[in-house]
């Protein structure tokens, strides 16, 4: 099954927006900022 070029664009800018919000509710938990913050600190 082939996808026409605009639902296939369609497709890609939905999963885009669904991955950018997910993204910035966990950055809205404080709990998950500290827990990237020890994560990174502990790199060095």
Known sequence: MKLKPAT?????YAGA???L???F???T???FMVT?????WSCF
């Open 36 to 40: 990237v913050a020890e994560q990174v």
């Open 21 to 23: 919000l997910g993204v």
């Open 8 to 12: 296939a664009k369609w497709l890609a």
């Open 25 to 27: 509710l966990l950055y």
């Open 17 to 19: 927006t669904v991955a």
């Open 29 to 31: 938990q404080p709990d």
